[in-house]
């Protein structure tokens, strides 16, 4: 077994990790982003539960146009 490889891959792992929390921190003062259309919030007397579905949709296409840059840049090499 690579070691050597396995640590690379975890520090690799841990450093976009750090990232996305920095990111969601930073998203946490946005105002609009929790409360796009299709957001499902349901609020009952002991609890809240709240279901992003339109946020995590339009997070997911931004990080895939992201991700698709950046591997078409490297690939391009």
């Known amino acids: 077994m690579n070691f050597g ?3 690379k891959t ?6 976009v990790i750090a990232v996305f929390g920095v990111l969601m921190m930073l998203f946490s003062k946005v105002p609009f982003l929790s409360r796009l259309p299709g957001d499902i919030k349901i609020e009952r007397e002991n609890f809240t ?5 339109t946020s995590c ?6 990080i895939t146009v ?3 840059v950046i591997f078409w840049l490297i690939i391009r090499k």
């Open 5 to 7: 490889a396995l640590g």
């Open 10 to 15: 975890l520090i690799f792992i841990g450093i």
């Open 49 to 53: 539960i709240y279901f992003p579905v």
């Open 57 to 62: 949709i339009i997070i997911g296409i931004i």
């Open 66 to 68: 992201i991700l698709n």
